[in-house]
């Protein structure tokens, strides 16, 4: 898993590093830093702002679909694998947040 891991940390610098070349060929170099920077970059915030909450629901359809069946993931479960787990090496686990809004169902 480890090595997945870092090929997809790759793939993902590599993913980075093409998407600026292909805008730096398509709009030049410095464009980002024209008179249209400003509008640009609350455009490019909105974006990822809307791709942030298209994944958020998206997570949370797959989590009503998760408990709707009757599927279990809450941390218990995976106990007895941890201490097999090769990521674990004694780092500390997700811990949600105490102040997870009420309409987030969680077990246990």
Not at 75 to 89: G, I, K, N, Y
């Amino acid at each position: 898993m480890i090595n997945d891991i870092e090929q997809f940390s790759q793939e993902f610098d590599l993913l980075i590093q093409t998407r600026h070349e292909d805008g730096a060929e398509e709009y030049g170099d410095l464009k980002f830093l024209d008179n249209e920077m400003y509008a640009m970059i609350y455009e490019e915030l909105a974006d990822a702002c809307n791709y942030l909450r298209y994944q958020f629901i998206k997570l949370r359809l797959v989590e009503e679909q998760q408990n709707a069946s009757g599927i279990d993931l809450t941390p218990s479960t995976f106990e007895a694998v941890r201490s097999e787990d090769e990521l674990s090496h004694d780092s500390p686990s997700f811990s949600p947040s105490k102040e997870i809004p009420k309409f987030f169902p969680t077990k246990g």
